[in-house]
C-alpha cells in the first residue's frame, strides 16, 4: 500500500469509528476512541420498562406491590401474575393487571412510573411477574409472599449508599444478596442516592442492585439526601426543604403514616416483626404522637423501627439531642428490639440502652435486660471520622457494610459483614417473658477497623 493509501485507509478508519460512535451518541476523542458515555444514553427511559422494584402497601402475607418505568409514550402499563409452576406452562393462567401511570420529567424525557399493587394473593407460595405495555415485556421474575404467621426469617439492612452507586455499591448490595439470597426484604436507612432529583443517580442505584429488587421486596426510609431544596424562596432566600418527587413514583410504601407523610413514616408486620420506617427529616412530634398508637396496638414480638438520623450520632459534632428527647422515651416505654440508621458513614452499634441512661459523660450506658440497641452503618464508599461514644459497643471507620438479621420465635441474631463478606459484628437477643431482651454479645474476635490517628 502506497503511503497516500496508507493515510486514506487510517482517515477512513478513523471517520468510521467516529461515525459509529457518533451513532451511538459517545463523544469520541480526537484519537477516535469512544469517549464517555453520557448518562443520557445510560438512564433515559425508552419504551422499554426498567427500574423494576418489589415493596408493600399492604399484608406481605397477601399481597406485592410492583413499580416501574418506561418513556411516557407507554401510556397504559400491565402486569402479568401468576402462580410459579417448575415449567413454562404457568404463564397460560397468568392474570393481567392494569398499572396507574405517575407522569415524572426527567431532564432526557418524560417518563411514567407505572405501579400495581397485587392483592389476593396466598401465603408463602411463589409467584412469578412481568410488567411491560402488552407487547414489551420485562423478564418473568419471582417472588414469595410470606406468611401469615410468626416463621423464622431474614432481612438484610443497609446503611447510606448514596455515592458511586454503579461503581462502588454494587459489590455491597451483591455480596449481601449472595450471602442472604432468601431474605425476606432489604431495608435501605436512608441515603439511598447523593441528589434526590438526580435521574442519573436513581439509574445508578437501579443499576448497582441489578435484578435483586425485582426479586427481594424493599422497605427504604428517606434521608437528608431524599430531601431537595423546595423551591420557595422570599427575597432569595430558600425556605425550606421537601420530598424528592422521585421518592412516591419510584417506591409503592404504606399509606398508614401520618398525614403529609405518606409512603414516609409507615409499617409493615411480616412474620411477627413489626418494621417501622420513620421520617427523621420533619415533624419529629407529630410522628412520636403517631408511633404511640402504632406500639400501642403491636400484637407482634419483635419492633424494628428505620430512620436516617441517628440517635447516637458516630460522627463529630452531629449530634442529633431532639431525636432522643422525642423518640427515644416512646422507644423505651414500648420495649422496641432494634433501631437501624444512617447518616453518619461510619459504623457504629450500642448496647441495649434506654434514654435515662444517656449521660452525656456517661461512665456506663449498659443495660443487660431491656433497652434499644441502636446503629449507624454505612454500605457506600464515602466515610467520616468516627466519634466513639460510651453507648457504642462496636465500631468501625473506613469499612462498608451490610447487616443480616435472622428473627426466629424469641430469638433476633444480628451480624454486620463487610464488602467482603467477612463478619465484623454480631449479637443476640433472647425475649423475656417481660417483653425484654437479654443481650449476649458476639463480637467476632478482630480488632475495630479505625483510622490511625496523628
Ligand atoms: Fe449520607
Redo the contacts with the bound molecule.
Keep these: 500500500m502506497s503511503g497516500t493509501s496508507r493515510l486514506n485507509a487510517i482517515l477512513l478508519l478513523a471517520t468510521a469509528s467516529c461515525l459509529a460512535a457518533a451513532a451511538m451518541g459517545l463523544h469520541a476523542h480526537d484519537d477516535g476512541q469512544p469517549g464517555k458515555v453520557p448518562d443520557q444514553e445510560k438512564y433515559a427511559p425508552t419504551i422499554l420498562p426498567d427500574r423494576i422494584v418489589l415493596s408493600w402497601t399492604g399484608d406481605p402475607a397477601t399481597s406485592i406491590a410492583v413499580t416501574w418505568r418506561t418513556s411516557a409514550e407507554v401510556q397504559q402499563g400491565w402486569l402479568e401474575v401468576a402462580e410459579a409452576t417448575a415449567g413454562p406452562e404457568f404463564a397460560r393462567q397468568a392474570k393481567r393487571l392494569p398499572a396507574v401511570a405517575s407522569p415524572h420529567e426527567s431532564p432526557w424525557g418524560a417518563a411514567h412510573y407505572h405501579s400495581v399493587n397485587v392483592g389476593e394473593l396466598a401465603p408463602e407460595t411463589k409467584y412469578t411477574y412481568r410488567v411491560g405495555d402488552g407487547e414489551n415485556w420485562s423478564e418473568w421474575n419471582q417472588f414469595t409472599t410470606a406468611s401469615a404467621d410468626a416463621k423464622p426469617f431474614t432481612f438484610v439492612y443497609f446503611g ?1 449508599a ?1 455515592n458511586d452507586l454503579h461503581s462502588h455499591w454494587s459489590r455491597v448490595v451483591r455480596e449481601a444478596y449472595s450471602d442472604a439470597p432468601k431474605a425476606a426484604f432489604l431495608l435501605h436507612a436512608g ?1 439511598l442516592i447523593n441528589k434526590g432529583d438526580n435521574d442519573a443517580d436513581w439509574g445508578e442505584w437501579f443499576a448497582a442492585s441489578s435484578h435483586i429488587h425485582r426479586m427481594i421486596p424493599c422497605i427504604a426510609t428517606p ?1 437528608n ?1 431524599e430531601y431537595v431544596k423546595s423551591g420557595e424562596s422570599i427575597l432569595g432566600i430558600t425556605l425550606g426543604r421537601k420530598l424528592t418527587s422521585y421518592w412516591r413514583p419510584v417506591f409503592a410504601f404504606p399509606e398508614n403514616g401520618p398525614d403529609g407523610l405518606h409512603e414516609t413514616a409507615y409499617y409493615i408486620d411480616y412474620q411477627g416483626v413489626r418494621v417501622i420506617s420513620l421520617n427523621s427529616n420533619e415533624q419529629l412530634e407529630l410522628q412520636a404522637e403517631w408511633l404511640e398508637g402504632v406500639l400501642t396496638q403491636n400484637p407482634h414480638r419483635w419492633t424494628v423501627v428505620t430512620f436516617h438520623h441517628p440517635v447516637y450520632s458516630s460522627a463529630a459534632g452531629r449530634d442529633n439531642a431532639l431525636m432522643r428527647d422525642i423518640w427515644q422515651k416512646v422507644f423505651d416505654k414500648f420495649h422496641v428490639d432494634l433501631v437501624l440508621q ?2 453518619d ?1 461510619t459504623y457504629a452499634r450500642t448496647h441495649a440502652v434506654r434514654h435515662e441512661e444517656n449521660v452525656p459523660t456517661g461512665v456506663t450506658a449498659r443495660s443487660e435486660t431491656g433497652g434499644t440497641v441502636y446503629v449507624v452503618s454505612v454500605s457506600g464508599p464515602k466515610m467520616y471520622n468516627l466519634e466513639k461514644r460510651p453507648q457504642m459497643a462496636r465500631a468501625a471507620e473506613d469499612t462498608q457494610l451490610y447487616q443480616i438479621i435472622h428473627v426466629n420465635g424469641d430469638e433476633l441474631r444480628y451480624e454486620a459483614r463487610t464488602a467482603t463478606g467477612q463478619l465484623y459484628d454480631g449479637f443476640r437477643l433472647n425475649k423475656q417473658a417481660d417483653g425484654r431482651n437479654q443481650l449476649t454479645e458476639q463480637i467476632p474476635d478482630t480488632p475495630e477497623r479505625l483510622r490511625q490517628k496523628p
Design positions: 447510606d448514596q441515603d434521608g439526601h444512617g447518616h458513614h
